[in-house]
C-alpha cells in the first residue's frame, strides 16, 4: 500500500511546481485511491464509489475484470492507473449482453461514459449498439508534420493563436441557431466547405433525409470544418527534434449529434418488451437484418465520413492559418496526415468470425497502422505504432482519459492552478476551461505504459498552442 501511494504521488509531481495547497488536495486524493485499492481487494470487492487501483496485475498486461453475471471476459489494460467503480459496473453489464462476442476490451484511458464505458471496444455479432457508438459518431485525430523547426517560429506565438482562432469556428453560442452560432458557418461556408460538401457528403445525406426528414434541419453543412466544444481542440506542437506538427480532434458535430440520438431511440423502441430485460436501458441494440439495422449502417457510415473530411477540412485551415502568420517561412506538410477515428463502428474480422467492432473511445491500431494518442492542455502526446494485438481487437487507447467529472474539476482547481499547469503553453487561461485543465486526466505517461503491448512509441510531441472549444 505505500509502495502504491509512494507511485502515485510520483507521478503527480513529477516534472511540475505546485503550492503546498494543491500537493495536499493532490495528496488526498491520492491516499484515497490507495486506500480503496485496499478495499478492492477484499471478498466482498465493495469499494463504496471510491476509485479501484489496479495496479500489480502479474505477468499479463491486461487484467480480467469478470464479474458474477458476465458472460464473456473484459481484458483491461490497466496496470498503473486508476479507474471508477462505477465504470467497472458499467463493463460488467456490457459483458452480460448475448449478442457480445468472445471478450470486452478495455483500454488504460477508461472511464465513465454513457451506455458504455469510454475507452472500451464491443465487438458484437448480428446487433450494434447505438449508445455505445455515442453521439458523436466518427469524432477522432488528425495529425501533420511539418518541415518547420522550433527557430522557424516568432517569440510570440498569440497571432498565430489568434489565426488559428479565426480559420475555424469552435464553441458554441446563440444557442447553436444557425444564423448566429460563432461555431458555425453563419449560413455562409466556404468555397472549399461548399465543394467537400457537394461532391462527398449531400447525395449520401439526401437519401438519409429521404427517410428520416427530420436530419435537414440540423447544422450539416453549416457545421462542416468547424471544431465544437468541450475536449475538441486545436493545436501545434513540437516534437523531440524541435519540428512543428499540427494536431486536431473533432467529429460530426450538429448531424453526427441528430443521427446518434435518433437510433437510440430507435433501437428502445425496436427491443420492445424485451428492453426491461437489459442490465441498462442505453445499451439497447438493432439486429442485423431489421430495416432499422441497416438504415443505421449507412447513417453511421456517412456520419464517420463526414467527421473525417471535417478533420481534412479543418488541417487545411489551420495550415493557412500558419502560413499567415508574420515571420514563419514557407514549409510543406511532411508525410501523409495521420486522421482516425476513435468513436466509431465498423465490421472486422476477429478470431475468425466477422463481427462489428464498437471502439467507444479507441484507436485501431493493426500492426504498422500509425495512430494519435493526445494528453490534456500541457502534457505530451503520442505518434504511435500498432502492433495487431489481437486480444485488444487491434486496438489502443484514443487519450488519457478523464480522471474526475467536469464538475469535479470545476469544484477542484483554480484558475491559478490551471495557469501554472499550463504555462508556457499559448492558451486560454481562464475559469471556463477548468473542466479541461490537466489534472483533470490521467497521467498520461501512465496510460502509454500501461499499453506497451499494443502500440510502440513513434513520436512524442509537446504543444505549444491549444484552441479549445
Same mark, same amino acid.
Given at each position: 500500500?505505500?509502495?502504491?501511494?509512494?507511485?502515485?504521488?510520483?507521478?503527480?509531481?513529477?516534472?511540475?511546481?505546485?503550492?503546498?495547497?494543491?500537493?495536499?488536495?493532490?495528496?488526498?486524493?491520492?491516499?484515497?485511491?490507495?486506500?480503496?485499492?485496499?478495499?478492492?481487494?477484499?471478498?466482498?470487492? +465493495?469499494?463504496?464509489?471510491?476509485?479501484?487501483?489496479?495496479?500489480?496485475?502479474?505477468?499479463?498486461?491486461?487484467?480480467?475484470?469478470?464479474?458474477?453475471?458476465?458472460?464473456?471476459?473484459?481484458?483491461?489494460?490497466?496496470?498503473?492507473?486508476?479507474?471508477?467503480?462505477?465504470?467497472?459496473?458499467?463493463?460488467?453489464?456490457?459483458?452480460?449482453?448475448?449478442?457480445?462476442?468472445?471478450?470486452?476490451?478495455?483500454?488504460?484511458?477508461?472511464?465513465?461514459?454513457?451506455?458504455?464505458?469510454?475507452?472500451?471496444?464491443?465487438?458484437?455479432?448480428?446487433?450494434?449498439?447505438?449508445? $455505445?457508438?455515442?453521439?458523436?459518431?466518427?469524432?477522432?485525430?488528425?495529425?501533420?508534420?511539418?518541415?518547420?523547426?522550433?527557430?522557424?517560429?516568432?517569440?510570440?506565438?498569440?497571432?498565430?493563436?489568434?489565426?488559428?482562432?479565426?480559420?475555424?469556428?469552435?464553441?458554441?453560442?446563440?444557442?447553436?441557431?444557425?444564423?448566429?452560432?460563432?461555431?458555425? *458557418?453563419?449560413?455562409?461556408?466556404?468555397?472549399?466547405? #461548399?465543394?467537400? *460538401?457537394?461532391?462527398?457528403?449531400?447525395?449520401?445525406?439526401?437519401?438519409?433525409?429521404?427517410?428520416?426528414?427530420?436530419?435537414? %434541419?440540423?447544422?450539416?453543412?453549416?457545421?462542416?470544418?468547424?471544431?465544437?466544444?468541450?475536449?475538441?481542440?486545436?493545436?501545434?506542437?513540437?516534437?523531440? !527534434?524541435? %519540428?512543428? *506538427?499540427?494536431?486536431?480532434?473533432?467529429?460530426?458535430?450538429?448531424?453526427?449529434?441528430?443521427?446518434?440520438?435518433?437510433?437510440?431511440?430507435?433501437?428502445?423502441?425496436?427491443?420492445? !418488451?424485451?428492453?426491461?430485460?437489459?442490465?441498462?436501458?442505453?445499451?439497447?441494440?438493432?439486429?442485423?437484418?431489421?430495416?432499422?439495422?441497416?438504415?443505421?449502417?449507412?447513417?453511421?457510415?456517412?456520419?464517420?465520413?463526414?467527421?473525417?473530411?471535417?478533420?481534412?477540412?479543418?488541417?487545411?485551415?489551420?495550415?493557412?492559418?500558419?502560413?499567415?502568420? #508574420?515571420?514563419?517561412?514557407?514549409?510543406?506538410?511532411?508525410?501523409?496526415?495521420?486522421?482516425?477515428?476513435?468513436? %466509431?463502428?465498423?465490421?472486422?474480422?476477429?478470431?475468425?468470425?466477422?463481427?462489428?467492432?464498437?471502439?467507444?473511445?479507441?484507436?485501431?491500431?493493426?500492426?504498422?497502422?500509425?495512430?494519435?494518442?493526445?494528453?490534456?492542455?500541457?502534457?505530451?502526446?503520442?505518434?504511435?505504432?500498432? !502492433?495487431?494485438?489481437?486480444?485488444?481487437?487491434?486496438?489502443?487507447?484514443?487519450?488519457?482519459?478523464?480522471?474526475?467529472?467536469?464538475?469535479?474539476?470545476?469544484?477542484?482547481?483554480?484558475?491559478?492552478?490551471?495557469?501554472?499547469?499550463?504555462?508556457?503553453?499559448? $492558451?486560454? #487561461?481562464? #475559469?471556463?476551461?477548468?473542466?479541461?485543465?490537466?489534472?483533470?486526466? +490521467?497521467?498520461?505517461?501512465?496510460?502509454?505504459?500501461?499499453?506497451?503491448?499494443?502500440?510502440?512509441?513513434?513520436?512524442?510531441? +509537446?504543444?505549444?498552442?491549444?484552441?479549445?472549444?
Amino acid at each position: 500500500l505505500k509502495l502504491q501511494f509512494l507511485y502515485l504521488i510520483a507521478i503527480y509531481t513529477r516534472g511540475r511546481r505546485r503550492c503546498p495547497s494543491h500537493l495536499q488536495k493532490r495528496m488526498f486524493r491520492v491516499t484515497r485511491r490507495a486506500l480503496c485499492a485496499a478495499a478492492a481487494s477484499r471478498p466482498d470487492n +465493495k469499494t463504496d464509489g471510491m476509485h479501484i487501483d489496479v495496479t500489480n496485475i502479474g505477468q499479463h498486461r491486461y487484467r480480467n475484470l469478470r464479474g458474477d453475471k458476465s458472460r464473456v471476459d473484459i481484458k483491461a489494460w490497466v496496470d498503473g492507473v486508476s479507474m471508477d467503480s462505477e465504470c467497472l459496473d458499467q463493463l460488467r453489464a456490457c459483458s452480460e449482453l448475448p449478442i457480445v462476442f468472445k471478450h470486452i476490451a478495455v483500454m488504460p484511458d477508461v472511464h465513465y461514459g454513457k451506455a458504455g464505458s469510454v475507452g472500451t471496444i464491443i465487438p458484437t455479432i448480428g446487433a450494434i449498439i447505438p449508445a $455505445c457508438v455515442g453521439v458523436d459518431i466518427g469524432c477522432g485525430m488528425v495529425a501533420v508534420e511539418t518541415s518547420l523547426h522550433a527557430n522557424d517560429l516568432p517569440d510570440s506565438l498569440m497571432e498565430l493563436r489568434m489565426n488559428i482562432e479565426m480559420a475555424v469556428p469552435h464553441g458554441r453560442t446563440h444557442n447553436g441557431q444557425k444564423s448566429l452560432d460563432a461555431g458555425g *458557418w453563419r449560413g455562409a461556408p466556404p468555397d472549399r466547405t #461548399k465543394a467537400a *460538401w457537394k461532391e462527398t457528403l449531400k447525395p449520401g445525406f439526401d437519401r438519409l433525409v429521404s427517410r428520416y426528414p427530420r436530419l435537414a %434541419y440540423t447544422n450539416n453543412d453549416n457545421h462542416l470544418g468547424t471544431l465544437g466544444t468541450g475536449n475538441h481542440f486545436l493545436e501545434v506542437h513540437l516534437d523531440e !527534434k524541435d %519540428y512543428v *506538427w499540427l494536431m486536431l480532434h473533432s467529429g460530426s458535430r450538429g448531424v453526427g449529434n441528430a443521427i446518434g440520438f435518433s437510433f437510440i431511440e430507435m433501437a428502445k423502441q425496436d427491443m420492445g !418488451k424485451h428492453l426491461s430485460n437489459l442490465p441498462d436501458q442505453d445499451l439497447a441494440y438493432l439486429r442485423e437484418g431489421s430495416d432499422a439495422f441497416n438504415d443505421y449502417v449507412e447513417a453511421v457510415g456517412w456520419a464517420q465520413n463526414y467527421a473525417r473530411v471535417n478533420r481534412q477540412l479543418m488541417m487545411e485551415a489551420m495550415l493557412d492559418a500558419l502560413r499567415k502568420t #508574420k515571420g514563419i517561412p514557407s514549409f510543406k506538410s511532411v508525410g501523409r496526415a495521420i486522421n482516425c477515428h476513435h468513436n %466509431y463502428v465498423e465490421q472486422e474480422r476477429h478470431f475468425g468470425k466477422d463481427v462489428w467492432v464498437t471502439r467507444k473511445g479507441a484507436v485501431r491500431a493493426e500492426e504498422g497502422e500509425l495512430g494519435i494518442i493526445p494528453g490534456s492542455m500541457g502534457t505530451d502526446c503520442y505518434i504511435v505504432r500498432g !502492433k495487431g494485438n489481437a486480444q485488444s481487437f487491434n486496438s489502443c487507447s484514443h487519450g488519457a482519459g478523464r480522471e474526475m467529472s467536469r464538475v469535479q474539476a470545476r469544484r477542484s482547481f483554480s484558475v491559478q492552478e490551471h495557469m501554472a499547469a499550463t504555462e508556457g503553453i499559448e $492558451c486560454r #487561461k481562464d #475559469k471556463d476551461v477548468i473542466d479541461e485543465t490537466p489534472m483533470a486526466y +490521467k497521467p498520461i505517461a501512465a496510460v502509454i505504459d500501461a499499453q506497451s503491448d499494443l502500440i510502440e512509441v513513434v513520436a512524442r510531441l +509537446k504543444q505549444i498552442v491549444c484552441v479549445k472549444g
